[in-house]
């Protein structure tokens, strides 16, 4: 599947955005904003430039 761009919108001037999601999968996409992860629960399984890493809860990935 090729990754589609994401377009990222910044509310109000702000330069940070923050959600709190359960995603069980995302779709590939890349974006030229730093995207940190953190599992708060659970595991996370994410492809990065075609290598694979496995996130465990309190973990973050950048």
């Given amino acids: 599947m090729v990754a ?8 109000n001037g702000m330069s940070i955005l923050f959600y709190d999601i359960n995603y069980l999968k ?3 996409h890349w974006h030229n904003e730093i995207e940190i992860i953190f599992v708060i629960s659970g595991t996370l399984e994410c492809i ?3 290598d694979t890493y ?3 809860k309190m973990k973050s990935q950048l």
């Fill in 4 to 11: 589609k761009y994401e377009l990222i919108k910044y509310p």
């Fill in 26 to 28: 995302a779709i590939p």
């Fill in 48 to 50: 990065i430039s075609g």
């Fill in 54 to 56: 496995s996130l465990k």
